[in-house]
């Protein structure tokens, strides 16, 4: 079975500044997907980025990019140029490489941008 | 439709009661799957469609719990003799395949309380 762990249940950071958030995964699968997901108090869940495993160049999406290291087993977001309305909860996501294959979350980290 | 439509947005029932929940996921979107996200966690998959064909229920945490999706586009989450474990967000995904380069678009969720 699939283990996402967020350590962080809360971070926050001021308008305009840089703040990364930490996720780290177990799995035996060689083959996977790893996500990013921001959930904001009407719940619904917005893809924020995605990452192939087989990838070894990191993700980006805008102001959004990741930190994959793969072998440590480690999905780290990076938001720069932090804006108010990134304020909401951010979920780490694990999903195997097959078809129908479910996502595993972490506990999320609540994360406030301060004006 | 333009997204996920899930209704009921919110419930109350009584401990006891049965209730219904609705998802019309992306017109034309094969892929459905449920989840359940309890206060304070990340979402937990119940279950997955194919078209009508459902494909894993491994996640469906008792026999009170039964989803459907008869003509392979509406899905029908019900819950019988509700419990108080059972409040929680129920939020539903679609996705334009099973090939997992879809994007996986969610619902606003059913808010349940059983009081």
């Known amino acids: 079975a699939q283990t996402v762990t967020q350590s962080q249940p809360e971070m926050s950071v001021q308008e305009a500044e840089t703040v990364t958030l930490s996720c780290t995964y177990d799995t035996s699968e060689n083959n996977y997907y790893l996500f990013w997901y921001k959930q904001p108090p009407s719940r619904q869940m917005i893809l924020v980025i995605r990452?192939?495993?087989?990838?070894?160049q990191n993700a980006t999406e805008n102001r959004f990019s990741v930190n994959f290291q793969k072998a440590a087993k480690s999905f780290s977001l990076k938001i720069s140029d932090s804006q108010l309305g990134d304020t909401a909860m951010y979920f780490c996501a694990f999903m195997k490489g097959a078809s129908g294959s479910r996502l595993t979350f972490g506990e999320g980290t609540q994360l406030t941008v301060n004006p | 439709g333009a997204g996920v439509s899930q209704s009921p947005r919110y419930k109350v029932a009584k401990r006891g009661q049965d209730v219904a929940l609705r998802c019309d996921p992306i017109s034309g979107h094969v892929s459905l799957f449920w989840y359940q996200q309890a206060l304070g966690q990340g979402p937990e998959f119940l279950t997955y469609?194919?078209?009508?064909?459902?494909?894993?229920k491994s996640g469906l945490p008792s026999d009170r719990f039964f989803a459907e999706r008869p003509e392979g586009s509406v899905s029908t989450l019900k819950i019988q003799r509700t419990q108080q474990e059972d409040s929680a967000v129920y939020l539903c995904?679609?996705?334009?395949?099973?090939?997992?380069?879809?994007?996986?678009?969610f619902g606003e969720g059913s808010w349940l309380t059983v009081v």
């Open positions: 990452q192939e495993a087989y990838k070894q």
């Open positions: 995904a679609s996705s334009l395949a099973a090939e997992l380069r879809n994007t996986i678009y």
């Open positions: 469609f194919q078209n009508e064909a459902q494909l894993d």
